[in-house]
């Protein structure tokens, strides 16, 4: 059978030793590389902001866990991104798209919302407004899975397969900066603000998300600087026959064919294949809506959560994101996305053995450094790998299809954290989100023996399973 090019290129790569790794690092000075780092950081800024620097926040103001948890149900809006996804792959806005071309202009729209939605919430006391509070955060979410849509869809078009992994690496860099920031910084912006840490003030939390807001300029601005893909726009109607004929030709174009096509492409594979989407992703969403009321509840300041997910958090997430898109160019995606599942699992059992310890600022360091670390090796080598699996032709809709079955089983699970953890007790929790891994590797190597013995057809622009060389 005939090499892909992304697989000849990995090939290479695992072929002529020191050089050919120099060439594989090469591929993070190229222009739309660099670019993908900041609209990264773009799209990763808002999620903390609406999941765990809120939930520390709440917990500060006196919500109770159980809340706490069903609160966090506000990030479902990036589970169900794919109803408004069609809209955002083919419907032009006003003005706008003439201007900056269809990507752009829904870029910069949704950041610019996500940006007023974080000054809402940074006006709006919990513990006295938390509808109101909620509503913001929601409005927020909702932007934010738009922006991710629209983002997704650029980054897919903006350079070859081969490039893919290099491009996910970067992206992953700037997000889990852009999560650093939003959560270690926000955190440190309060604590500097705060009087005292024995008892709850709404003002340093203003000022935090107020920060967090005006730190969206750095998507604004790469937006308006950055290139349109030399991708064609499909018209928003058919020009032939009648209103309703043209409107049902765009709504099977833009909503059914997306869909098909996967399944076309992939058969009786494309259930295996959204098993583990659906998965992945598992073990440690869960332990993400608990992890900041850990802290809080284990005795530890803002000041302290801060620094060391600033100092030591920031260093391992850069870590795992740069080790995680050389390994997936290097030994294929699905072996680096298997290494990834396992440490996600296996790191979450840190903090449960921290629970026991209470408050141990030396072992949160190395729990919170390991638990980066892998994160970054996971998220750089499965964005590769839903990358891989997506149509250009569809890409916005298919990859939002994607990104939203990986977050819509873990995000509801994660919704009931905060009873988990009355009910069980944080060490418990902590060994029950590890177990919640061990299926994922189960699926990971199916994936990989259902490949090697029927590779899927590659369609227009999507190479199967995941390419690079798996």
């Known amino acids: 059978m005939t ?34 780092l900041f ?47 069609p809209l955002v792959d083919r419907l032009p806005l006003p003005w706008l798209t003439a201007r900056l071309g269809r990507r752009r202009s829904w870029l910069l729209v949704s950041q610019l919302v996500v940006a ?28 934010s899975a738009t922006q991710d849509i629209a983002l997704d869809a650029y980054r897919i078009e903006s350079a070859a397969m081969e490039k893919q992994a290099a491009l996910a690496a970067a992206y992953q860099t700037g997000y889990r900066l852009a999560m650093i920031w939003a959560g270690a910084g926000a955190l440190a912006i309060a604590a500097r603000f705060d009087p005292s840490e024995a008892e709850y003030h709404f003002a340093p939390w203003t000022i935090a998300y107020l920060a967090m807001a005006a730190s969206m300029v750095v998507g604004i601005v790469t937006t308006l600087l950055a290139p349109e893909p030399a991708v064609g726009d499909a018209p928003l109607l058919p020009r032939e026959g009648g209103a309703l004929h043209r409107l049902g030709a765009w709504l099977h174009d833009a909503v059914v064919s997306p869909f098909a096509d996967f399944v076309r492409r992939y058969r009786w594979h494309a259930v295996l294949l959204l098993a583990l989407i659906a998965s992945y992703r598992m073990s ?19 000041d302290e959560v801060a620094a060391v997910s600033k100092v030591y958090g920031v260093v391992m997430t850069l870590a795992g994101a740069f080790v995680g898109g050389v390994l997936s160019l290097r030994f294929g995606v699905l072996r680096t996305l298997f290494a990834g599942a396992l440490l996600s699992a296996a790191t979450n059992l840190l903090f449960a053995w921290l629970a026991v310890r209470g408050h141990d600022l030396t072992f949160l360091v190395f729990a919170v450094s390991a638990d980066n670390l892998s994160a970054g090796i996971a998220s750089s080598a499965f964005v590769a790998y839903l990358s891989g699996l997506t149509n250009v032709a569809y890409s916005a809709t298919q990859y939002a299809l994607f ?60 190479e199967g399973y995941g390419s690079p060389s798996q």
């Open 39 to 85: 609209l990264g950081f773009s799209a990763g800024l808002p999620l903390l902001l609406v999941f765990g620097t809120l939930s520390f926040w709440l917990r500060e103001a006196g919500v109770d866990r159980t809340t706490i948890g069903f609160v966090s149900w506000v990030a479902l809006a990036y589970a169900f991104k794919w109803a408004w996804a």
């Open 3 to 36: 090499a892909t090019p992304a697989s000849t290129d990995a090939e290479r790569v695992r072929a002529r030793g020191p050089r050919a790794w120099l060439r594989a690092l090469a591929v993070y000075r190229e222009p739309p590389v660099v670019r993908m």
């Open 116 to 143: 007023a939605g974080l000054v809402g919430m940074a006006l709006t006391d919990p513990a006295l407004q938390l509808r109101a509070l909620v509503l913001f955060a929601l409005l927020t979410a909702f932007a």
């Open 284 to 302: 440690d969403v869960v332990m993400g809506v608990m992890a900041n009321p850990f802290y809080r509840d284990m005795g530890f300041s803002k």
């Open 403 to 462: 990104s939203s079955v990986m977050l819509l089983l873990p995000k509801y699970i994660a919704g009931w954290s905060g009873w988990a953890v009355d009910a069980f007790g944080y060490v418990n929790f902590f060994i029950g989100t590890a177990v919640l891994g061990v299926p994922v590797l189960l699926l990971v190597w199916l994936a990989s023996q259902a490949q090697r013995a029927t590779p899927p057809a590659t369609a227009s622009g999507a």
